[in-house]
């Protein structure tokens, strides 16, 4: 048989192979001979649910944000010399500025040389080495136990105390966490189950911090939306939540009920009786309260004050306290510390039944560990300097500094918006964030519509080519049919922030008088 003969052979027998292997990608050849395939993970034959994730703080806004101060170092024109990003709630990203104690302790944790360094004061040192103590080995580069570092777990269990009057915390209820996000996420893999009308199904707020819609999607969960009141601070009502989950009875079983206190992205900051209201409810109609409470150090509004679901659940008496199944969370990225990036959390659940707690641990292994330098933060946030500990005037003044000028741009954020005629901005009592409303002519909505696009997203992308403002569409977290909105950070520099308020004050107006 010659070359030519074997070649053709060779060929029908991988033509036959392709077409009897149904189900798998066919082979081919290429034309200098070669078997290729085709790839066996394509967009057709991914995870269905994965492709249902969207996440607009990050979605393709700040794709574009980034190409273009990619171009404006290249050197190309642009009608702004910066792109000033408010899409998202980094701290330090904007210009904040650390806590000089919680970075002290860290170093020192991370290189264990520098505590014979006389520079770093006494209780710093201090602090490093009971938290190096507590570490495998000594070491921060060590594993930790799954559920966290033991004395720090006890370290929160005593905060959460301090913060809630003396309510009693067991440190085997706290879980130590990678960011709030993980701990959240890990409650909605613990919650999810069924199919079909028996499906799990989650309550969240409209407007909603979309890492709820995403973790709801991936899970193959329904999400079942319950409307903020915007015309009323953006409060909360029992008569909409009862709505909400009677209309979501006929096609899935609810099972979780999820508050965002104070809220992002609407800022809102719930009162005592609207919590009261909402575990009564929950007690009702048998539902697990998971209370995102990572801005609780942010509160701004006069007459404003935070209140934690679990403080308030103890003190309705046992009818409540002992019956209601609540998760509560809380991290290190916001508040006045802002270290978003060392990924530290923690969660604290009540009243869950022992066997779940056992197959709540047992996920938690599979991950190992949160991140060892985020739980030592976590440490340092629940136990800081103590009056007449060398760090303590200093830490309090940072601390204090950062929370008021943090109430001060929340303040000028809402006064300056409202002077614009076509935004509306109700007060931002808490959190970073504010959640304008904003009237789109109906000549722009037409266009955005003509293009695929939603009307606040067409409105924000033009923003962006316009002025290097980068925030985020309303439609990205979810609003009432025919509202538009956008949200944006109150993080930047003051300098920054009024930049930033001023070009979006001459966008609007331009943008208003081009599409009438």
């Given amino acids: 048989m010659n070359h030519g003969t074997a070649l053709l052979w060779k060929r029908r027998a991988l033509s036959s192979l392709s077409t009897t292997r149904r189900g798998l990608p066919k082979e081919k050849m290429s034309e200098n001979g070669m078997m290729s395939r085709a790839k066996v993970l394509t967009i057709d034959t991914m995870n269905p649910t994965v492709k249902k994730v969207e996440y607009a703080v990050r979605g393709p806004i700040v794709a574009r944000a980034v190409e273009l101060e990619r171009e404006l170092s290249e050197g190309m024109k642009k009608p702004f010399s910066e792109v000033i990003k408010a899409n998202i709630g980094d701290a330090h990203a904007m210009g904040q500025q650390p806590i000089t104690f919680f970075r002290q302790v860290l170093a020192l944790c ?3 040389e520098l505590l014979s360094d006389s520079t770093f004061p006494e209780d ?32 929160v269990a005593r905060y959460i105390e301090r913060r809630d009057g ?20 890990t409650m909605l893999k613990l919650l999810v189950c069924g199919e079909g009308a028996t499906r799990a199904g989650v309550m969240i707020s409209i407007p909603q911090y979309p890492l709820y819609s995403a973790a709801l999607a991936e899970l193959g969960a329904v999400q079942i939306n319950y409307y903020l009141n915007e015309e009323k601070f953006w409060s909360l009502d029992i008569s909409e939540l009862q709505r909400a989950l009677d209309e979501a009875r006929l096609y899935c079983n609810p099972r979780a009920l999820c508050i965002i206190n104070p809220g992002n992205p609407t800022g809102q900051v719930q009162s005592r009786e609207c919590i009261e209201d909402v575990i009564r409810f929950a007690a009702q109609e048998r539902l697990f309260l998971m209370a995102d409470e990572v801005y609780q150090d942010n509160v701004y509004a006069e007459g404003c004050q935070f209140h934690s679901f679990k403080k308030v659940l ?3 008496g046992p009818e409540y306290s002992e019956t209601v199944e609540l998760a509560s969370f809380h991290s290190t990225s916001k508040c006045y510390m802002g270290e978003c990036g060392f990924r530290g959390g923690y969660m604290e659940i009540i009243n869950m039944d022992d066997d779940v707690k056992a197959q ?10 949160p991140p060892v330098p985020g739980q030592a933060l976590m440490d340092l946030v629940v136990n800081p300097p103590q009056p007449g500990e060398p760090s303590y005037e200093r830490f309090i003044k940072e601390r204090t500094a950062t929370l008021s000028t943090l109430a001060e741009k929340a303040k000028l954020t809402e006064q300056v918006l409202n002077t614009v005629q076509g935004i509306s901005c109700n007060p931002v009592q808490g959190a970073m964030y504010s959640f304008p409303r904003i009237t789109i002519p109906e000549k722009a909505v037409k266009e955005a519509t003509d293009m695929g696009q939603q009307p606040d997203m067409f409105y924000c992308m033009k923003m962006l080519e316009e002025t290097g403002i980068c925030l985020v569409p309303g439609s990205g977290f979810g609003q009432r049919e025919g509202t538009y909105h956008f949200r944006m950070t109150i993080l930047p520099r003051t300098d920054k922030l009024k930049i930033l308020l001023n070009k979006v004050q001459e966008f609007h107006l331009k943008f208003t008088q081009q599409y009438s």
């Fill in 110 to 112: 991370s290189y264990p």
């Fill in 124 to 155: 710093a040192k201090s602090r490093a080495c009971s938290i190096l103590n507590s570490c495998g080995g000594n070491s921060m580069g060590s594993y930790s136990p799954s559920q966290g570092i033991e004395s720090v777990r006890q370290d």
């Fill in 166 to 185: 003396g309510v009693p915390c067991d440190p085997d209820n706290i879980y130590l966490t990678t960011g709030a996000s993980d701990g959240i996420v």
């Fill in 314 to 316: 103890f003190e309705m």
């Fill in 360 to 369: 709540l641990t047992k996920l938690l292994s599979v991950r190992l560990c």
